[in-house]
């Protein structure tokens, strides 16, 4: 079965960490690009973070640069996203993201989120 499963969200105090957890099944990991979004209550989706397909470059939307790392394990079909500093305003669903680069099979596979709460 083709999919992204996310894990390790939950509720963290302000200036806190959290690592939140990419696990990918059915489809070729090493030929996608892999990313993370987030979407708070009655806003739209916004991208966060992305990995390149061989893991050489990274991206960071402003409002997380130099907080958080993206990171990939291609042995084990993980993407990463280390969340450092938090503030209330990272407060929303994260969504992985695998968007394909090369090769064969679906051409975006999105997971169905995992709950991060940034409040004291």
């Known amino acids: 079965q083709v999919q992204v499963v996310e894990s390790g969200g939950g509720l963290v105090q302000p200036g806190g960490s959290l690592r939140l957890s990419c696990t990918a099944a059915?489809?070729?990991?090493?030929?996608?690009?892999l990313r993370w979004f987030r979407q708070a209550p009655g806003t739209e989706r916004e991208y966060v973070a992305a990995?390149?397909?061989?893991?050489?470059?990274?991206g960071y939307a402003d409002s997380v640069k130099g907080r958080f790392t993206i990171s990939r394990d291609d042995a084990k079909n993980t993407a990463n996203l280390h969340m450092n500093s938090v503030k209330p305003d990272d407060t929303a669903v994260y969504f992985c993201?695998?968007?394909?680069?090369?090769?064969?099979?679906?051409?975006?596979?999105w997971g169905r989120g995992t709950q991060v709460t940034v409040s004291s």
């Open positions: 993201n695998a968007h394909r680069i090369s090769g064969s099979g679906p051409l975006d596979v």
């Open positions: 059915g489809f070729t990991f090493r030929s996608y690009a």
């Open positions: 990995i390149t397909r061989d893991g050489s470059t990274t």
